[in-house]
Structure formats: structure tokens, C-alpha cells
């Protein structure tokens, strides 16, 4: 029995979708629920996995290509038995180089992208399946530090000139070697929305500081009780959610979003909380912030940060939200602009914890200080709602029992 494999059905907001790597060759043998194909879209990267135990039969839309919602990508032999590989299609998924192992398989895509860039697939590192080697192992080499790539010896610039593979390695005075790689659809679509951004809100961004001592020693206090009781670290963005939403109730303005020449307020708080991936930045949602306690966001925000760097959340948990908390503290940022995530009004970034004398009561005193930036549209929240939000939040922070009397 054949049976057509079609991409997953999207939602309103994806249009299409690229197919991203096929994980197994027509005549190879499949088992049910094994991963055949991965669909990379503006937000999610989707897996199609086989329906039953059979075979692939036949593959119609190629790595690279661009697809529709559950548009035909190859067909599918139920109970098929598995044929023997013809030496000439060993030889199209086997890397091409002379320098490369008979026993290293690679997908279409990067062998193609290897071929490019003049690479060995001895020195990549293969993470895909039975130690194939993927069109993303490819682009990681690519991003390797320069000295893991410099064993790979590069062409002359007469064969770059005369060689269509290598056309996209450009060459300078001094053999300076520039690499082409092509944008993916994720950083696509994140470049078009911040420049989207920028160009249709009024922008600006307020500042302060907060003395993040009492949070600190705070989580010294309980951090062991924590983990014996709810299993998962006690972090310092679950205090910054539970601020942030209590904050939000009292400035409604900040949790709103604008619709044309709507403004709409919420009734609820939805934070995204800003994850960084190879692929780009995703913004995953935690709904319904005020009913959540902060072991259920330290275990959210764990898991959303897990299956994002494996390309695993879904295109409904990142759509949404009233809010977004962006943390380049975690990449020793100082200080920073966040740039609005449209619809929403705002969004607040954190920053590295570094010590710096302070002024206490007329005395010099040494603290961990951490600067928050606020980037707001200014159609939607005046300016002084703007600093009373940042400074509800930083009395919240440097006294976190206000957190739980509500004051």
C-alpha cells in the first residue's frame, strides 16, 4: 500500500515552509514513528515521521525546496521490503571528496554546501542519523573557529574562477577568504520583523538599575529547599516574570498591543521570554503568568529552552503573547536597546549582574547591580508610565516581599 507523505498542516500565520533535510533515501527501510524528513518554517522547524513500518518509496520535493501545507514530499510503501542501494545512488549521498570516508553519509544539501566551501566530511562533525552528516553540521563547521578549519586546503582563485561549486567562496588580496552562506528562513523572518519594528512604532527606551543583593541571598537561603521540593533550580528569571506581571497589572498600557488604530488592552499576562538558538531567536510564551508560582516558571522556562535549541517547540507556543523579557545578561551584556516584538507594546531587557559602589545612606557600599532597559511605543505609553513600570519592577526585585503581599 502506497501512502503520499505530505507536510503538516500549518496554521494561518505560516504560508509555506522549506523541506530542510531528508533523513532517508528511496529503497531504504523505515520504522513507524522514525523521523523521515524535517520542514523548516519562518518559526518552527516540523519533523514528518513515517506512518507504519515500510519503505521510502519515492522522494518529490527535494532539500531546499519550498513547499505548502500538506503538500505531496515523497510517497511511502507500507511493508515494503527494503531494496538494495544501486552503486550510482551510493555514490550521490556518499561525500564526493577524495579526502572523505567511503563509511560517512551525507544529505544532498550538504554535500552540495560542503562541495561550495571546499570541505572534507572527515572534519565534520555528523550529528544526524546512523552518523550522517546534515546540511546544519555543515553551516556549524562553517561558523567553527578558523583554526579547526584551517586543515582544509582552500582552492585557487584560477578554480574559483572557472568552477561554478566554488563560486560561493570570494576571494581578496592576500587570500582573505569570505564564506557565502545563505540566511534561513527563521533569521528571515526575525530580520524582517525588527526592521518591521523599528520602522512602524515609536520606539524609545527608559533605564534603571537594580541591587540585586536580596534576590541573591535569597536563593542562597532556599536554593537547596527549592530543589528538594520542586526539582529544578531556583533562577533569577522567575522572579523577573512574577515583577514583570505584577508590574503589568498595575500599568495596563504595557501589557497592551495596537491593531491598526485599535489599541487593545489584556486581561491577562502572557510573557515571552526570549531563548537564543543557532537557528535565531525564538520567543516562546508562559501563558497566565499570575497563577503561576516560580518552580512552575523555572520549569517552563527550562524545557522551552531545551526543545528550542533542539528545533522541537510548537508554532502555537510561540504565537501570542502580551509581554517579552529579553536576558543578554546571560552573554555578559551590560547594556542594551531590546527591540519591540510587534504587536506587543513593550519589552524589557536584563543585563549582567556586576558589582559597582553605590551610595547607601551616605556611605560607599559595593553591590551586585544589574541594569533594566525598558524599549516602549510611545503611540501607545507615555513616558512616565514607562519609568513607573521599570521602577515598580525594581522595588519589587530589591524587596521580593512585595511580591507576595501584593504592596
Do not use: C
Request: glycine letters at 8%; zero cysteines; proline letters at 5%.
Amino acid at each position: 500500500m502506497t501512502i503520499e507523505i505530505k507536510t503538516p498542516t500549518f496554521p494561518e500565520s505560516v504560508a509555506d515552509g522549506t523541506v530542510a533535510t531528508w533523513y532517508k533515501q528511496p529503497g531504504e527501510a523505515i520504522s513507524r514513528d522514525e523521523l523521515i524528513v524535517d520542514i523548516e518554517t519562518d518559526k518552527v522547524v516540523l519533523e514528518v515521521v513515517a506512518p507504519a513500518d515500510g519503505v521510502l518509496k519515492e522522494i518529490v520535493k527535494q532539500e531546499g525546496d519550498v513547499v505548502l501545507s500538506a503538500e505531496v514530499l515523497g510517497f511511502f510503501e507500507e511493508g515494503g521490503v527494503a531494496e538494495a542501494v544501486a552503486p550510482e545512488a551510493k555514490e550521490e549521498v556518499k561525500a564526493e571528496s577524495s579526502e572523505a570516508s567511503e563509511d560517512i553519509i551525507m544529505s544532498p544539501a550538504a554535500r552540495k554546501l560542503a562541495q561550495e566551501n571546499n570541505i572534507s566530511a572527515n572534519d565534520v562533525a555528523a550529528t544526524g542519523k546512523d552518523g550522517r552528516v546534515t546540511k546544519e553540521d555543515i553551516l556549524n563547521h562553517l561558523k567553527a573557529p578558523k583554526a579547526e578549519a584551517a586543515p582544509v586546503a582552500a582552492p585557487t582563485q584560477a578554480a574559483a574562477k572557472s568552477s561554478p561549486a566554488a563560486a560561493a567562496v570570494h576571494f581578496d588580496a592576500g587570500d582573505r577568504i569570505e564564506k557565502r552562506v545563505p540566511m534561513t528562513r527563521l533569521r528571515a523572518t526575525i530580520a524582517r520583523r525588527l526592521v518591521s519594528a523599528q520602522q512602524n512604532a515609536a520606539m524609545l527606551t527608559t533605564y534603571n538599575e537594580v541591587n540585586m543583593k536580596p534576590i541573591m541571598e535569597m536563593r542562597k537561603k532556599y536554593q537547596d529547599r527549592f530543589v528538594k521540593a520542586h526539582g529544578v533550580k531556583l533562577g533569577f528569571m522567575s522572579f523577573f516574570v512574577k515583577a514583570a506581571t505584577e508590574a503589568l497589572k498595575k500599568f495596563p498600557a504595557v501589557n497592551a498591543s495596537i491593531d491598526g488604530n485599535d489599541m487593545i488592552y489584556h486581561g491577562y499576562q502572557d510573557v515571552g521570554v526570549a531563548v537564543s538558538t543557532e537557528r535565531g531567536l525564538v520567543v516562546p510564551i508562559l501563558r497566565d503568568t499570575d497563577s503561576m508560582g516560580l518552580a512552575e516558571i523555572e520549569n517552563s522556562i527550562g524545557d522551552f529552552g531545551v526543545r528550542a535549541r533542539d528545533g522541537k517547540l510548537g508554532i502555537d507556543e510561540m504565537q501570542g503573547g502580551t509581554f517579552t523579557i529579553s536576558n543578554g545578561g546571560t552573554f555578559g551584556s551590560l547594556l542594551s536597546t531590546p527591540i519591540l516584538n510587534p504587536p506587543q507594546t513593550a519589552i524589557m531587557g536584563m543585563h549582567k549582574i556586576q558589582d559597582r559602589p553605590m551610595a547607601v545612606d551616605g556611605e560607599v557600599v559595593i553591590l551586585p547591580m544589574m541594569y533594566l532597559a525598558l524599549s516602549y511605543d510611545h503611540r501607545m505609553i507615555d513616558g512616565k508610565e514607562a519609568v513607573q513600570f521599570l521602577v515598580a519592577i525594581k522595588d519589587m526585585l530589591e524587596d521580593p516581599a512585595r511580591l507576595l503581599l501584593d504592596i
